[in-house]
């Protein structure tokens, strides 16, 4: 190559260099401002989740403490004192704090307080119908047996958390209904009933002495013979 065309290469590299250096200090802050924002953005949620778990511990903590007042009404007050961030969290405390103002012989307030959780949109379904069923409980013995009906039926279909209690509550409200004479609400349709949570895989010990003790007292314990020998055939 002759000197003069090495001697123009060189002078082109040479501006192509000073061109690029020149666009590096240009937008130079670009890069730095994106690798602040990343290491910042970073930074900001290992802080922020460190105070929500911090957050998360303080609750749990007074949650606690304040189960563990005896006196039902102290610790209603102590309940309604706790201070949490997050929806799910005050849903729990409020639904304990149901139970302890409901244990203080204050219904109203507790029906108020697990009415607000079931009319809340933004809370997951497990609250909302956790508390629908706490409601409806609390009232089986005043509500008129077509609304407990309308009101347990749909917490007992297949797949929710529920539905084996609220089963058992509606067979509780049928034969109360049967009691007091009603010809559409049958005995015999609430043994069935209890026979099958009973025979129910997910049924716990506890809820079956609770159907055991019911049949017992309503003269019907014989009909669950075959439900005995069944889970008993399973077990060995």
Do not use: C
């Not at 007074?62 to 005050?90: H, K, M, R, W, Y």
């Not at 797949?159 to 015999?188: C, F, K, T």
């Not at 716990?204 to 003790?213: D, G």
Request: net charge negative; no cysteine; proline share 3%.
């Amino acid at each position: 190559m002759s000197n003069p065309e090495s001697f123009i290469q060189e002078v082109t590299e040479s501006v192509r260099r000073d061109r690029l250096f020149a666009l590096f200090k240009r937008w130079a802050w670009v890069g730095v401002l994106a690798v602040v924002l990343i290491v910042g953005t970073a930074a900001f949620r290992e802080w922020y989740q460190a105070q929500q778990r911090s957050s998360a511990q303080a609750a749990g903590t007074a949650i606690v403490n304040a189960l563990a007042i005896a006196d039902p009404e102290s610790q209603a007050e102590a309940l309604g004192q706790i201070e949490v961030d997050t929806s799910e969290l005050s849903a729990v405390v409020d639904l304990l704090e149901a139970s302890a103002m409901q244990s203080a012989g204050r219904s109203e307030i507790a029906a108020a307080t697990l009415a607000a959780v079931a009319d809340d949109a933004s809370l997951s379904p497990i609250y909302r119908d956790l508390a629908k069923l706490k409601l409806l409980v609390m009232q089986i013995d005043t509500l008129p047996t077509s609304d407990l009906v309308s009101g347990l039926e749909p917490l007992t279909v297949a797949g929710h958390p529920y539905r084996l209690l609220a089963q058992e509550y509606l067979a509780h409200a049928i034969y109360r209904s049967a009691v007091n004479g009603n010809e559409e609400a049958s005995v015999d349709d609430v043994v069935d009933r209890l026979r099958r949570i009973y025979e129910d895989p997910e049924a716990t010990a506890r809820m079956r002495s609770r159907i055991r003790l019911m049949l017992r007292s309503i003269g019907r314990e014989a009909d669950l013979a075959s439900s005995v020998s069944i889970l008993a055939s399973e077990l060995s």
